[in-house]
């Protein structure tokens, strides 16, 4: 299961805008007693056209087909 938990305007090195969509991954939990619960595990973060993008630094992206940086806005 994902949960989206962001979505970031960016700037690439070729000028363009970019939307930068964070999503967590979660996974379900059941303890001995008690109900189930989701936790969160890994992040991931797509182009809101579905592109794969890396992350470099905090607030700086990579996308991984094109290689275009994203720099926050």
């Known amino acids: 299961m994902r ?9 690439g090195d070729d000028r363009k ?3 930068v969509v964070e ?5 379900k939990f ?13 992040k991931e ?4 056209t579905g ?3 890396n992350q470099l630094e905090d607030g700086n992206f990579k996308t991984v087909l094109s290689e275009v ?3 926050r806005i």
């Open 45 to 48: 973060w797509f182009l809101s």
């Open 23 to 27: 999503l967590h991954n979660l996974r």
């Open 3 to 11: 949960k989206e938990i962001g979505r970031y305007a960016c700037v």
């Open 51 to 53: 592109e794969d993008v």
């Open 69 to 71: 940086s994203l720099t």
């Open 30 to 42: 059941q303890p001995i007693d008690g109900p189930a619960e989701y936790i969160p595990t890994t």
């Open 17 to 19: 805008r970019y939307t």
